[in-house]
């Protein structure tokens, strides 16, 4: 990994101090819902924005989850690439990582510690996922619809080198039995499409010369391979609800699906290093001028993911009616929700209530 400079030194710092005092109280707790959730699922869908996904034609089903229940109009990813805002999403922090290598490794305190701690059971469901779970997967010729750096779970030193805990990075064919029974439900379920049903698309070919296949990378909004990017992953975050909401677990108590993308749209702006806005908020990093992983005409400043989708059902007790949060929220903030519910330690930026703000007011009438 890169040096810190000082500033990223003084954070690191401060995220130091924030997890050991985290830790060190196990009851901390600022406020939460009025009822526990019981399961929790989240759905991550990949480089696009909320103005080219919520309303959109080519994903009805997902804008009728967020006219039937609520959404978040003001959700930004934490920050640019896509590995980074997945390491943040379950620790709290993208650790001054702004690519996509997929060799990086992580030894920090994450989500599954903490859930393990409180005797909470967590299961990933990634589809098109390899026999060699560990192994470092840009998409291949050998596989050509994973890629490692939306598994959050494998880059976690001490999740990727327990057998224990990798058994529960499953395969997302694993999911509809799991969901058939309450007790083999696990409370807190993450769930990744393939690259050609997330959104991403640019799947590799191996014939040079030839255009990606089976779902080509989008250049411009709507363009043709964006339209069917789009509808292949309308139909299936429109499979994986309706899986869970059939389900027994979906029935039990109160429980929540939260549908994001992990950051806005890339056009090629090389400023941004390609990508389309750099807006963030609740601690998105600040990057120095001509860093190196973004470009060298960086103005410097908040290097944020963009404004993203973010769409919350919950089936008992939660905002419905097409409720529109104005709140400006993050990765961050989901991660606080779910310790925010379930009296977990808050992690890194996760506990800084002057800037992450949890959605548990999504969680109440």
Request: cysteine-free.
């Given at each position: 990994m890169k040096k810190l400079t000082a500033l990223a030194a003084l954070s690191a710092a401060v995220i130091a101090a924030l997890v050991t005092t985290q830790l060190a109280g196990a009851d901390f707790h600022h406020h939460r819902a009025g009822s526990d959730l019981h399961h929790v699922f989240v759905i991550v869908l990949e480089n696009h924005s909320k103005q080219s996904v919520i309303g959109d034609p080519n994903t009805p089903f997902i804008t009728s989850l967020a006219h039937q229940y609520a959404s978040a109009a003001n959700y930004y990813g934490v920050t640019h690439p896509s590995e980074p805002n997945y390491v943040a999403m379950i620790s709290g922090s993208n650790w001054w990582i702004n690519d996509d290598n997929p060799a990086n490794r992580f030894d920090h305190v994450n989500l599954v510690d903490e859930l393990e701690a409180r005797h909470k059971t967590w299961a990933a469901y990634m589809e098109a996922l390899p026999d060699d779970k560990t192994a470092d997967y840009w998409p291949s010729s050998g596989n050509p619809l994973y890629a490692s750096k939306h598994n959050p779970f494998v880059l976690f030193d001490d999740i990727r080198n327990n057998p224990a805990r990798m058994a529960n990075d499953k395969p997302y064919t694993a999911l509809a039995a799991d969901l058939a029974k309450e007790r083999t439900t696990a409370d807190f379920s993450f769930i990744v499409p393939d690259q050609c049903n997330d959104m991403h698309g640019g799947v590799y070919s191996p014939v040079p010369g030839h255009p990606e296949a089976p779902c080509p990378y989008n250049s411009t909004n709507d363009d043709p391979n964006d339209v069917v990017l789009k509808q292949n992953a309308d139909a299936f975050v429109k499979r994986t609800v309706q899986m869970i909401m059939g389900s027994?677990?979906?029935?039990?108590?109160?429980?929540a699906i939260f549908v994001v993308s992990d950051e806005g749209d890339y056009s090629g702006n090389a400023v941004n290093g390609g990508w389309d806005s750099p807006a963030g908020c609740c601690d998105s990093p600040v990057l120095a001028k001509g860093d190196p992983d973004i470009n060298a005409a960086w103005p410097g400043g908040v290097y944020g993911g963009g404004l993203v989708p973010a769409v919350v059902v919950v089936n008992r007790h939660g905002k419905t009616g097409?409720?529109?949060?104005?709140?400006?929220?993050?990765?961050?903030?989901?991660?606080?929700?779910?310790?925010?519910?379930?009296?977990?330690?808050?992690?890194?930026?996760?506990?800084?209530?002057?800037?992450?703000?949890?959605?548990?007011?999504?969680?109440?009438?």
């Open positions: 027994p677990a979906w029935h039990d108590g109160q429980d097409g409720y529109v949060s104005q709140t400006p929220y993050n990765h961050y903030s989901l991660l606080s929700t779910i310790e925010e519910v379930w009296r977990l330690p808050k992690l890194a930026y996760a506990s800084d209530t002057s800037q992450v703000t949890p959605m548990t007011e999504f969680l109440t009438p």
